[in-house]
């Protein structure tokens, strides 16, 4: 393997803490392993914002952060509030829950209309959608990733990591089959190996959301050094 292998994967992966019970000594952890390690991002929840951003200073390492999180389905003047409060304290980029319960009940020009506002709010920021594959039906997934790619959005986000199940081989191909390789793709949820990694950009994500970075990077170097002394 190339030096830059372990680099170039490390740019791949936003690093993340969203569990319910994480501590500010947890998010001070989370960004010195970023730092360590050269990960493209931390996410974590607007409550750290501040805390992550002290942390960072004076690095390259972007800052991410959810809105609406995990399910989607507050006011949409709510979420624009806490998008604009999030760039406001911060944040590079937003990792937003789409409406689900709108999506599934065919309100589709709201779903787009909601993340239309939400872009318009915060435009220096990056928009990540997360559309929840788990819930959602092959024709739902096509028309809410392009939805996502029409309103302008820089990614589509496969998942919370809270719902029945996370990313999916098969689902990040889809997204990247109806989009035509126009939008970013985040795949998040149960990614905890190298393995995982290498399978998820083959099958054409652009960005990985990960709590298993250190772990994942550890593994990539133990196989260098296996490499190495052959």
Aim: proline share 2%.
């Amino acid at each position: 393997m190339k030096a830059t292998i372990k680099t170039d994967i490390a740019k791949l992966i936003d690093h993340t803490l969203l569990r319910p019970d994480a501590t500010e000594r947890d998010i001070v952890r989370l960004c010195d392993e970023a730092k360590k390690h050269g990960f493209f991002s931390v996410c974590v929840h607007p409550a750290f914002i501040i805390t992550a951003k002290n942390q960072l200073a004076g690095t390259k390492i972007k800052l991410s952060s959810v809105i609406g999180f995990p399910l989607g389905m507050t006011f949409t003047k709510v979420k624009i509030y806490e998008a604009m409060e999030a760039v406001f304290q911060g944040a590079d980029e937003l990792d937003v829950v789409m409406n689900l319960g709108f999506a599934k009940s065919g309100r589709w020009e709201e779903v787009e209309r909601e993340i239309e506002d939400l872009i318009t709010a915060a435009p220096e920021a990056v928009h990540k959608i997360i559309i929840e594959t788990c819930y959602l039906n092959e024709d739902e997934k096509k028309r809410a990733a392009l939805i996502v790619m029409n309103a302008g959005a820089g990614f589509v986000k496969t998942s919370t990591g809270f719902g029945t199940s996370g990313a999916a081989i098969k689902d990040v191909e889809l997204i990247k089959a109806v989009t035509k390789g126009k939008i970013g793709i985040k795949a998040s949820g149960g990614i905890k190996t190298l393995k995982d990694v290498v399978a998820f950009v083959k099958a054409g994500a652009t960005r990985m959301g990960t709590s298993s970075g250190v772990s994942i990077m550890k593994e990539l170097g133990l196989q260098e050094n296996d490499i190495s002394g052959r």
